[in-house]
């Protein structure tokens, strides 16, 4: 059994992105393995780097203390074999909020220069699109998406790293008629579902 860490990035409680969390907490539960949730939106929290805090990241001091919300974080992915973040695509990245926190989160002496944070077990994203997967490949926005994510956000910081896109969550209808998204919500549900059970 794992202990998994979600990190998840909507302003609503309702919708599309929070039903996929939702079936990938089950799915977690199914398979009797432990979590703990940053919902950072019900959270508040901040997104902005401090004066203070860019003065500790460029100047590389690894020994001067990070704020406490950033340290509570820090902790629960120490303890975590796993890190999950769920989030919709917005603007071909994620939410505002959530780069944020990597900007706060990702510190010196924790994330990079020193000893760090132990390597965890693996790194999933899980994000919601309006597009469909094709329509985000033949952009180019899934591949730099991707490659932004888990190259530069994960990196060598998980063992083994996972990009999934539940895309084509725009309502119409299929050649048949028949409306598309009912099909495909209930497919990419069960697909987090999945996931949550393989970790």
């Not at 505002?96 to 010196?108: I, Q």
Request: glycine share 10%; with cysteine; charged share 25%.
């Amino acid at each position: 059994m794992s202990h998994v860490h979600v990190v998840y990035t909507h302003p609503g409680n309702r919708g599309f992105t929070r039903e996929i969390l939702d079936a990938f907490l089950g799915g977690l539960e199914e398979a009797g393995h432990t979590y703990t949730v940053s919902d950072l939106y019900v959270m508040g929290f901040r997104s902005e780097l401090t004066a203070a805090e860019y003065e500790r990241e460029s100047g590389y001091r690894a020994d001067a203390p990070v704020p406490d919300d950033v340290a509570a974080e820090q902790a629960r992915l120490d303890a975590a074999d796993a890190w999950v973040f769920v989030y919709p695509v917005w603007w071909a990245d994620c939410p505002a909020r959530l780069k944020g926190w990597f900007d706060r989160v990702w510190t010196v002496g924790f994330a990079y220069k020193g000893p760090g944070a132990r390597v965890v077990d693996k790194a999933l994203v899980l994000c919601t699109a309006g597009y469909s997967i094709a329509e985000l490949e033949a952009s180019g926005c899934y591949q730099a998406m991707k490659t932004v994510m888990l190259t530069d956000r994960i990196g060598q910081r998980a063992r083994s790293s996972e990009f999934v896109v539940f895309g084509g969550s725009v309502p119409g209808k299929d050649a048949n008629g028949a409306e598309r998204w009912t099909v495909e919500r209930d497919r990419h549900l069960a697909h987090a579902a999945a996931l949550a059970r393989s970790i």
